[in-house]
C-alpha cells in the first residue's frame, strides 16, 4: 500500500510539473524573417515567468498546421496567442476564425510599404471575429497584453503587472528630474 501510495504521489508530481511548464501563451508568427521583432513577446513573457512556446506557423505556406495549430491550442493549455506576421498577414485573422481563444496581431514591418500593410491586413477584421492588434512591430506591448489577459484570473501575475507599472514611473519621473538638475 506504501508503495502503493508513493507511486500515485510520484505520478501527480509529474503532472504538476508537466502543468507548470505547459505553455499559457502560444508565439506564433509566418516566417523566421519575424522572429528579430516576435523575440521581444518571448523576453516579456520570460519575465513575468509565464510558460509559452514560440512557433513558426504560416497562414500561406502550411495552411494545415495553423489549422491544426490553432484548433488545439485551448486543449492543450494555451490561453492567449500571439501571431505576428507581414505583408498580407492573414495568421492573426485566421487563427482567430479558427479558435475562441484570445489573439493578439502583430504587425510586422516586412515589406516596402512599412507595415501599413501588415497593419492594415490584421486591424481590419469583420465584426463577429476580433484580433486585438498592436503597433507595427510592436511585440512588447502583444506580450504585456497577454499578460494583462492572464491576471485577470491570476492574482499573482496581475500584481507582478502593478509592479511593472510602478517600475515603469518610476524610470519616466527619474529621467525627468535629470532634466531638472
Ligand atoms: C509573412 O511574409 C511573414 O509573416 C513575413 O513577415 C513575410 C515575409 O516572409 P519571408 O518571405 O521573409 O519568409 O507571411
Redesign the pocket.
Known amino acids: 500500500n506504501i508503495e502503493r501510495n508513493l507511486a500515485i504521489i510520484a505520478e501527480e508530481k509529474k503532472l504538476e510539473d508537466k502543468a507548470a511548464v505547459a505553455p499559457r501563451v502560444g508565439i506564433i ?3 523566421d ?2 522572429l528579430p521583432v516576435m523575440k521581444s513577446a518571448a523576453e516579456i513573457l520570460e519575465m513575468f515567468g509565464v510558460p509559452h512556446e514560440v512557433r513558426i506557423v ?1 497562414a ?1 505556406r502550411t495552411p494545415e498546421l495553423m489549422f491544426s495549430y490553432a484548433k488545439s491550442a485551448h486543449g492543450r493549455g494555451i490561453r492567449v496567442i500571439i501571431a ?4 498580407a ?1 492573414h ?1 492573426p485573422g485566421m487563427v482567430a476564425a479558427l479558435t475562441p481563444l484570445p489573439v493578439v496581431g502583430v504587425p ?1 514591418r ?1 515589406t516596402n510599404l512599412g507595415g501599413t500593410d501588415s497593419l492594415l491586413s490584421i486591424v481590419q477584421m469583420p465584426r463577429g471575429v476580433p484580433v486585438a492588434t498592436v503597433a507595427v512591430d510592436n511585440a512588447t506591448n502583444a506580450a504585456l497584453l497577454a499578460v494583462r489577459i492572464l491576471g485577470v484570473g491570476d492574482d499573482n501575475l496581475l500584481s507582478r503587472m502593478r509592479q511593472y507599472q510602478e517600475d515603469q514611473e518610476e524610470i519616466v519621473l527619474r529621467k525627468g528630474d535629470k532634466l531638472e538638475n
Open positions: 508568427m509566418g516566417s524573417s519575424d504560416s500561406h505576428g506576421a507581414g505583408g498577414a495568421l510586422v516586412a
